[in-house]
C-alpha cells in the first residue's frame, strides 16, 4: 500500500528552530507500517533531533535497502534526497553519495536482517573505512516481511512467533563494531524517546559512523512471550549504561547536569557528548573494557543501552584519501565552465 501524503498545512503558532522550520517540516508521509510498530517511534526520534539541531533538510540523503526498516526513510524529512537501494546494499550507496560531497549528512536506516545477514560483508568495509554518517539498525530480531523467521540478531532460546526457539549464536552490532575499530557506538530502545533523542543529536555532529542499534520490536511477529525483541522484555531488562545529554557548542546553552560521574567527550566540531557513567567505573572511550562490559552484560541477560563507545580521533574515509574539501556541486559555474579562451590555452599546453 503506497504511502499517504501528508497536508502541507502548518498551524502559525507552532514553534520553529532557527532555521524557521516547525518539527513538521521534518517529517515525512503518512505510515503504512503495523499499528504499535517500533520503526514508527525511530521516525519521531529522527524527526525531533533533526530538527532540535536545526539541520538544513535539502543537505540531508536517507538511504535504506529492504525491509519494514526500509519503509522509515519515507516517514521523515520529506524534503531531503533519498534513495532505496536492494537488500544489503545500503552501505556501498551510501559511500558513494560520501565520496560525491562530503557536505551532505547521511542517515542510513536498515534493518537486523539487511545488515546482519545479507549486508554484513558491506556494513563491516563501511565500519573500517569510517564514513561520515548516521546508520540506524532497527533490530527487532525477525524478517517481518516474510512472516517472522529469526533474523542473526536473534538470541539464543529467544523463541519465533511459531514457538521456535533460536539455536544459534546471534551478532551483535555494537561488539562487531567495536571488534573493527568503529568509532561511535550506541544502543537504544524504540520505547524510550527520552534516551534516543540525545544519542540522534549527538550522531549529527560525530565526524566519522555512527553506528545505533535500536530495539524496536515487530507488533506482529516478536512482541510475545519468550521474544528477547519484545516491549515486555526490553523494558524489564533494559540497563542504561550511560545517561546521554547533548551540549551544542553554544555560551548561552544551559545544562541541569551535575559535576559528579560526568565524562566529557569532545568531537571535532567542538560539539561535547556528556554521559553520566551508572555502572562504577565505566568508560565509554576504553574500548576493550566496554567489550567486556557488553559481553557481561549479554550474558547476564540484559539490554545496555546508552553511548556505549565513542572515539573522535580516528581519521574520517574523507580525511584518510584527502579528498578536496570542496565538493564539485559547490564549485561556482565560472570554475566549472572558464570559457573557451581558457581551454584553448590548456589544450595548448
Request: hydrophobic fraction near 40%.
Amino acid at each position: 500500500m503506497p504511502s499517504i501524503a501528508k497536508p502541507p498545512i502548518r498551524h502559525p503558532a507552532l514553534p520553529v528552530n532557527e532555521l524557521g522550520l516547525a518539527e513538521r517540516d521534518y517529517e515525512g508521509a503518512m505510515s503504512t507500517l503495523c499499528a504499535g510498530c517500533g520503526h514508527d517511534a525511530v521516525t519521531a526520534a529522527i524527526v525531533r533531533a533533526l530538527w532540535e539541531v536545526a539541520v538544513p533538510p535539502h543537505m540531508v540523503v536517507k538511504l535504506s535497502g529492504i525491509g519494514c526498516s526500509a519503509k522509515t526513510t519515507a516517514y521523515f524529512l520529506r524534503g531531503a534526497h533519498g534513495f532505496n537501494g536492494v537488500h544489503g546494499r545500503m552501505a556501498p550507496l551510501a559511500t558513494g553519495v560520501g565520496a560525491a560531497n562530503s557536505d551532505l549528512l547521511l542517515i542510513g536506516i536498515s534493518g537486523d536482517g539487511d545488515s546482519l545477514s545479507i549486508g554484513i560483508g558491506h556494513l563491516v568495509h563501511l565500519i573500517r573505512r569510517n564514513l561520515r554518517m548516521i546508520y540506524v539498525i532497527e533490530n527487532n530480531g525477525v524478517y517481518g516481511l516474510t512472516k517472522g523467521q529469526l533474523s542473526a540478531s536473534a538470541d539464543v532460546g529467544s523463541t519465533s512467533s511459531k514457538g521456535t526457539p533460536g539455536v544459534i549464536q546471534p551478532v551483535d552490532p555494537m561488539l562487531l563494531g567495536l571488534s573493527l575499530g568503529a568509532t561511535f557506538l550506541a544502543r537504544g530502545f524504540s520505547g524510550d524517546k527520552a534516551q534516543l533523542v540525545p544519542i540522534l543529536k549527538a550522531a549529527t555532529a560525530h565526524r566519522g559512523l555512527a553506528l545505533i542499534d535500536v530495539i524496536s520490536p515487530c507488533v506482529s511477529f516478536n512482541d510475545h512471550e519468550g521474544s528477547t525483541k519484545s516491549y515486555r522484555f526490553t523494558r524489564e531488562h533494559d540497563v542504561q549504561v550511560t545517561t546521554t545529554d547533548f551540549v551544542e557548542p553554544r555560551p548561552e546553552l544551559l545544562t541541569a547536569i551535575g559535576p559528579v560521574g560526568i565524562t566529557d567527550l569532545t568531537l571535532h566540531d567542538g560539539t561535547r557528548v556528556r554521559a553520566r557513567a551508572l555502572p562504577e567505573g565505566y568508560d565509554p572511550g576504553d574500548r576493550d573494557a566496554v567489550g567486556a562490559y557488553l559481553r557481561e552484560a549479554h550474558d547476564r541477560g540484559e539490554v545496555a543501552t546508552g553511548i556505549l563507545y565513542v572515539d573522535p580521533s580516528r581519521p574520517t574515509l574523507h580525511e584518510l584519501l584527502r579528498v578536496v574539501p570542496r565538493p564539485l556541486a559547490g564549485l561556482p559555474y565560472a570554475d566549472l565552465c572558464p570559457g573557451a579562451a581558457e581551454l584553448e590555452r590548456f589544450g595548448e599546453s
